[in-house]
Structure formats: C-alpha cells, structure tokens
C-alpha cells in the first residue's frame, strides 16, 4: 500500500444539515475530528459568500481544533482574503463562486484574470498558505495557474463523474483522458496537482490511479453515504479504494 495519495475530507454538507433546521447539530467541527480518527489527511471546508452551508465560527473551531490540516476554499474576494490572512490555515482553494449554482459548478477563469489573480495570491503565498486553484484540465488554465503563482492546481472531476452516473460512458472516458492529460501537463509545470468533486465509489479508482495526482478533496458522496453506514465505516472504504487504485 502506498499513501502518496492523501484523502481531504470536506465537511461542508454536515453544516447544510445543520442549518437546514437552524439547529446546532449536526456539528461540522465534530464530523471532522471523527473523519481525522478515521485518517483523512486534510479536511476541507468551504466558506461560501452566502455562508449557505460552512460559518465563521466553524472556521474558528477548526483552526483551533483539527490537527490535520485545513483546505480552506473560498472566492478570491476582498472579505476572504482578509479572513484567511486572519487565520492563515494551511492550505487556501480559490474557487469560482455564483450565488445561484448549487455547488461549484466550473473551473476559475485564470487565463482571463491572470493580473488580479496573481496580485490576489501574493500575499496569502507570502502569509504562509499553499494556494491552489480550482481548475478545468486545460493548458491554458494550468500555464495561467503556474503564471500566476499558484503552488497547487486542483482539477475538476465533476463532469468526469456526472457521465459517469448518466450512464455516458464515451464522454466520460474522454474527460478521464483530459483530466491525464492535464494533470500530467501540470505536474511537468511543476504544479503540486489535486482533483476533486463529485467522486463517489464508483468513480474514484480512475481518478485515484493518476500518478501525478497527489490528494482527492471529496465531501457530498462521503456525508451522503455516511447516512447509511457511518463516516468511519465510509472514509475507511474510500481509503482502501485509493489505495487499490494506486498500487
Ligand atoms: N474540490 C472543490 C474545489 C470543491 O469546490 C468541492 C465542492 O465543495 C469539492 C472538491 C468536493 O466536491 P464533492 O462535495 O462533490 O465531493
């Protein structure tokens, strides 16, 4: 078994629960020491404009409480920016946001906003964060990401993953070759590279097989599934199916 592959859990959809009844429970803080225990490298938490799911004062219980690290995901605005050079967690994932999307529906523009970009990154990198980039698997985007000074790009699984489900196996395929393409390409740039969203067992082991790739970032399945079997039970099988797939 190797564990060049690390496991970042996202913890966001705990809190949509919890606010779903505007209760205190189901605490995201709690779901993320328990997906430590179970060995997750990382936990990611995203803090929306909107703070639909993740809130201020989750990020504070987390900085103070998880001894992994934190993958903090936010849109380049002028308020996040001000709150991760705050905190200054491990890791910071720029992220697209629109308010209407349900989740992150795309990959960030780097290409057409490389100026702002990489006046936005200079000081979360000079705080002390690996900053990365969510992005499609595209040339452009990646020689953007590594213009810009991104340390890390993450790569967007989601289509891969959503024809995969609809049953449209030709697409899915050919986005899986991108997404080796690309993150071959990033590596060569040297970009650390990531890929996340959507991933459930069914779709992992392709993703999880890319050399190249050096963490998955994986939330809704995991919660999701965690219903049915407990959050132990499904980051042990996620893990073991990273493991299968790498060797
Ligand atoms: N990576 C990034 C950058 C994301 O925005 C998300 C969704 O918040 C994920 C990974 C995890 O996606 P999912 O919740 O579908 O596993």
Known sequence: MTNDLRLGVNIDHVATVRNARGSAYPDPVRAAKLAEEAGADGITAHLREDRRHIRDTDIDAL?????????????????????????????????PEKREERTTEGGLEVAKD?????????????????????????????????????????????????????????????????????????????????????????TVKPIAAIQAVKELNIGHFLIAESIFTGLTSVIHDMRRLMDEARV
């Open 63 to 95: 900085m103070d409480q998880l001894t992994v690290p934190l993958n903090f995901e936010m849109a380049a605005t002028a308020e996040m920016q001000a709150i991760a050079l705050r905190h200054i967690p491990h890791a910071v994932c720029l992220v």
């Open 114 to 202: 490389q100026n702002r970009l990489a006046e936005y990154i200079g000081p979360l990198a000079e705080a002390g964060c690996r900053v990365s980039l969510f992005v499609a698997a595209e040339e452009a985007q990646l020689e953007a990401s590594k213009r810009v000074g991104a340390a890390v790009v993450e790569l967007h699984t989601g289509a891969y993953c959503d024809f995969h489900h609809e049953g449209r196996f030709e697409e899915r395929d050919a986005e899986l070759a991108r997404l080796q393409k690309g993150a071959a390409f990033a590596a060569s740039l040297g970009l650390e590279v990531h890929a996340g969203h959507g991933l459930t067992f069914e």
